[in-house]
């Protein structure tokens, strides 16, 4: 009995030692875990004003809250261009911010 239960005991912690999800797999505003999607747009965005993926339920809430043209996150203006975005990533480097690197 007291061998089985050592085995038990030793699979319980073999079982609980699991990988953690990245950092950036959560949302940064209501920090739930974005699910796994082949399809990225359907379940969050990507925002290179703060270079954060934001879940669609945020999204959606910023949206409902008047913030349609804003980062929910960082509350910055969301460039409608290329150019803009390119423009963004540029400052973001050349301040030498690790992410946008």
Do not use: N, W
């Not at 050592?6 to 073999?14: F, M, S, Y």
């Not at 390119?86 to 690790?98: E, F, H, N, P, Q």
Request: contains cysteine; hydrophobic residues 35%.
């Amino acid at each position: 009995a007291c061998r089985k239960r050592a085995a038990e005991l030793r699979d319980e912690k073999l079982y609980s030692q699991g990988h953690e999800r990245a950092e950036g797999d959560s949302c940064p505003i209501c920090l739930l875990a974005i699910p796994f999607s082949t399809d990225i747009d359907t379940s969050a965005r990507f925002y290179v004003c703060c270079m954060k993926t934001v879940c669609d339920g945020c999204c959606l809430a910023a949206q409902k809250r008047g913030l349609d043209k804003t980062c929910p996150f960082c509350r910055s203006h969301v460039p409608s261009s290329e150019t803009g975005v390119l423009d963004l990533v540029i400052k973001r480097v050349a301040a030498r911010d690790a992410e946008a690197i």
